[in-house]
């Protein structure tokens, strides 16, 4: 009787090791599947994917303005404009247009983003692909935005520029109506009042803060695409997709 206990436990342990074994063949089947090639194109594919979606979000109205997680407020070194802007006659009115008139910027802008990331992610090596692909969450990502930033800066910051002069709100450009801001507070500032205040003037360059946040605004909508496609796989919009990140499911 104990003999034949012994042979059902030591079948019911064969049988699933067996079935631990297939589990383990299989996934090593599916990862020797993946070519230098796949993994790479994959990569680049996704970036793609990803970039367009973010582009298209951030361009469309709005896009900036009412998502409070990349909608660009004033310079730190407006603060004290901020916390004394009644002490400018329509102060209040006139800060908001700025704010709106910049994130307009930035969505016009945005337009411009997918076609740069597409040239840029062409820089991608196969060993870059190996590490992005079991890296963190958001690997794709921070490489991309390690190894493009300085471009896609030197690239963008002419696109803001031409976007901040266009007349966007009441016939008023953004750079107008940051200067018109600034300038009122800049007299308050360097009036004998303002000096006794300890008032500051305010000098910020409104392209390249505009510049440097729309790109934050970028990677942090790029973050949450490649977090799609490595966790959900309807995301996976494409058979390369599914074959690369689907690797990464068993």
């Not at 361009?59 to 660009?72: H, L, Q, R, T």
């Not at 992610?121 to 196969?126: A, D, F, K, S, W």
């Not at 935005?145 to 803001?160: Q, V």
Request: glycine letters at 8%.
């Amino acid at each position: 009787m104990k003999n034949r206990i012994v042979m059902i436990i030591l079948a019911a342990m064969l049988l699933a090791g067996c079935a631990q074994m297939k589990t383990i063949l299989e996934t090593v089947s599916t990862v020797q599947a993946l070519t230098d090639g796949d993994i790479v194109n994959g990569l680049k594919e996704a970036l793609t994917t990803g970039a367009r979606n973010a582009a298209a979000k951030l361009s469309s109205e709005n896009g900036y303005y009412s998502d409070m997680s990349v909608k660009i407020l004033l310079p730190d070194e407006a603060k004290v404009i901020v916390d004394n802007i009644g002490k400018i006659p329509g102060g209040d009115q006139l800060l908001e247009n700025v704010v709106l008139s910049i994130n307009r910027a930035a969505e016009d802008a945005a337009r411009e983003v997918a076609p740069i990331f597409v040239s840029s992610v062409m820089q991608m090596t196969i060993t870059d692909g190996y590490n992005i692909l079991h890296g963190a969450d958001n690997a794709a990502t921070q490489y991309l935005k390690s190894t493009t930033w300085n471009d896609l800066y030197a690239l963008y910051k002419p696109k803001i520029s031409t976007s901040t002069g266009k007349e966007i709100i009441a016939g008023i450009s953004a750079r107008e109506s940051w200067t018109t801001l600034t300038g009122k507070w800049n007299s308050v500032a360097n009036s004998m009042a303002g000096k006794l205040a300890g008032f500051k003037p305010v000098t910020t360059d409104l392209d390249d803060f505009l510049t440097r946040k729309a790109l934050d605004g970028v990677f942090l909508k790029m973050e949450g695409e490649e977090l799609k496609i490595r966790k959900e796989v309807s995301a996976r919009v494409t058979p390369l997709l599914q074959k690369v990140f689907g690797s990464l499911d068993n």
